[in-house]
């Protein structure tokens, strides 16, 4: 099936353009004789720099104004950071493909030193709850910044003294070409990233049967799989909410290896899960390890998260 022109929505910044662009780049490998067209669509969370990301209203903020222009037809297919992916999404649209990750790992980016050597107080800069509270498990001695912006904007926070060192995805400073000034790889059994990161997921129309699959040719199985069972996951656990909740899956054959993390909203309580599954039942593991996860008082933990 062709067609002749695919307008493909993306938020503007040069990491979402990068990313939108590796997905168009996969797609004409299919499909060369179609036209495809990167539309920039402005979000909630490009507009208002100043909401924190671990706020109940940050849910969605950077993918309403994508679903929205999907619904309008203004485009007609979205691309995200499946991360950023609230994992209730309209009933009017339909998650149909994502890439091969990339590395999962957070990354600290400093001026040289590692986590393990910066003096105690050093500020530690990052939009995320679920990694201020993994720093503070792994160095309480340290004091964690929150700061938002792109990429570039937090690295400059570094040369400016403000802060000492940034938390960001790996995902992003390799995709960026930056690869080269990150300082450190954080080990994931201190720095267990958030379901989903390091992939990039696209979106449709769930009436539209042509471009689910159209976009199906470049679904990687393998990154489905495993974002399939740490997306239920955190659906089982009522992630939507403010809790810091991690879970990362990984593939060995036909089976399917996920961890999980949850911690309450102040950080002096973490739990932590782990189990397997087979791969042709990536949903069913997820579910079931959410299940004996609230269980285990990760239910105690989110609860709080909600009130709080």
């Given amino acids: 099936m062709k067609r002749e022109r695919i307008i493909v929505g993306s938020r503007g910044s040069r990491l979402a353009l990068i990313q939108a662009e590796s997905v168009v780049s996969e797609l004409k490998k299919h499909y060369p004789e179609s036209v495809f067209e990167i539309r920039k669509i402005v979000t ?13 209203d940050s849910i969605g903020i950077f993918t309403k104004e994508l679903e929205e222009a999907l619904l309008d037809r203004r485009i007609d297919l979205a691309v995200h950071s499946l991360k950023d992916m609230p994992t209730i999404i309209p ?32 500020r530690i800069g990052t939009g995320s709850p679920r ?42 400073m390799i ?15 201190n720095f267990l990233p958030s379901a989903g990161q390091g992939a990039i997921a696209i979106e449709v129309r ?15 199985v393998p990154t489905w799989q495993c974002i399939t069972a740490e997306r239920v996951f955190l659906s089982t656990l ?4 403010r809790a810091p909740i991690a879970a990362l899956a990984s593939i060995n054959g036909d089976k399917l ?17 782990s189990g397997e599954g087979m791969t042709a039942s990536t949903e069913e593991t997820g579910r079931d390890l959410a299940t004996k996860f609230l269980a285990m008082g990760a239910s105690e933990l989110i609860r709080e998260a909600k009130v709080n």
């Avoid at 769930?206 to 990687?220: G, K, Y």
């Avoid at 290896?257 to 899960?273: F, N, P, Y």
Wanted: overall charge positive; aromatic content about 2%; hydrophobic content about 35%.
């Fill in 91 to 122: 009933d009017q649209l339909y998650l149909a493909a994502v890439l091969e990750r990339s590395d999962p790992r957070d990354v600290l980016i400093t001026r040289g030193k590692l986590l393990e050597e910066l003096k105690p107080g050093s």
């Fill in 175 to 189: 995709r960026l070409g930056w690869r080269e000034r990150i300082t450190q790889y954080l080990a994931m059994d």
């Fill in 44 to 56: 909630g969370g490009d507009r208002n720099q100043k909401i924190q990301l671990g706020q109940i």
């Fill in 206 to 220: 769930r009436n539209d049967d042509h471009l689910q699959q159209l976009v199906s040719r470049i679904n990687h």
């Fill in 238 to 241: 009522g992630g939507g909410c």
């Fill in 257 to 273: 290896h996920l961890e999980g993390m949850a911690a309450s909203s102040d950080g002096t309580r973490m739990l932590r899960i």
């Fill in 131 to 172: 990694r201020s509270i993994q720093l503070s498990r792994y160095r309480p001695d340290l004091e964690a910044r929150s700061i938002r912006g792109n990429i570039d904007t937090r690295l400059k926070k570094i040369q400016s003294g403000e802060v000492d060192g940034v938390i960001l995805a790996a995902a992003a």
